[in-house]
């Protein structure tokens, strides 16, 4: 077996753990694997190994990637921060959004969303942490973009992400997916038809999964230690 074949069976043989742990079906819970820095060599050994989707967090790279594997029926996410010049691109080559922060991304997005396609598959991404550096909405804001974003006709919400603060302090951790999940339940008795909360990386999925993550983000975990450092790592986990 491959080092990433043997990686992914670890991850999922984790999944299944913190599920049964939890009293939940693994079956629930999606792995997304996060392919940052990886060349396309490394996606095509997981994805011959079962993994079929795939998450990148730049548009340059995600779109050589998507380029190189267009022979393989990958679902692609989205996972990064989105800059407004260039939300055509994302619309056009990828299944699902995970970082939708604010209205004008949401209306470009959704403008941008070719009619043969079907809806972009979205979430809004929330500021558990307070972190300054951090993106994502305020928790107290995520009613009314949540509520923008559902009237977009090329948009579907589907649910929330977060991406917290990373502190080796486990209750926290947990806290901040707590929150994310009672924010995602408040939406629900609002009537909000979700059903995702993506949370939950290489470290802490055990946590996500017990605070009821539906898609775990897992990079490391899969592929081994990322090879280069991208600017964004350095002043977050972004
Ligand atoms: C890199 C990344 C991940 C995966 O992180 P690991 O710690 O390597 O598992 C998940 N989510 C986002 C948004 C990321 O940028």
């Given at each position: 077996m491959t080092t990433i074949a043997s990686r992914l069976e670890t991850v999922k043989a984790r999944i299944i753990d913190a599920a049964n742990k939890a009293g939940r079906?693994?079956?629930t819970i999606q792995l997304l694997a996060a392919s940052k820095t990886n060349p396309p060599e490394n996606l095509r050994e997981a994805w011959e190994a079962g993994q079929t989707v795939f998450g990148e967090n730049y548009l340059q790279e995600g779109l050589m990637k998507v380029r190189a594997l267009a022979d393989l029926p990958i679902e692609w996410h989205f996972i990064g921060p989105i800059q407004s010049n260039k939300t055509k691109p994302i619309a056009e080559n990828f299944a699902w959004v995970h970082g939708i922060d604010r209205e004008k991304i949401a209306t470009r997005l959704s403008s941008a969303r070719p009619e043969s396609l079907p809806p972009l598959q979205v979430c809004v991404q929330v500021?558990?942490?307070?972190?300054?550096t951090k993106s994502g909405v305020d928790p107290d804001k995520v009613l009314e973009l949540a509520s923008f974003v559902r009237d977009l006709p090329r948009l579907q919400l589907r649910g929330l992400m977060a991406v917290p603060e990373l502190t080796a302090v486990t209750a926290l951790q947990r806290e901040q997916f707590q929150m994310l999940r009672e924010i995602f339940e408040q939406l629900q008795q609002q009537g909000f038809d979700i059903d995702t909360l993506s949370m939950g990386m290489s470290e802490d999925l055990e946590n996500a999964i017990a605070e009821g993550a539906t898609i775990v983000r897992i990079g490391t975990a899969i592929f081994g230690q990322r090879r280069y450092a991208i600017p964004e790592e350095l002043g977050s986990r972004q």
């Open positions: 079906d693994p079956a500021n558990v942490s307070g972190e300054i």
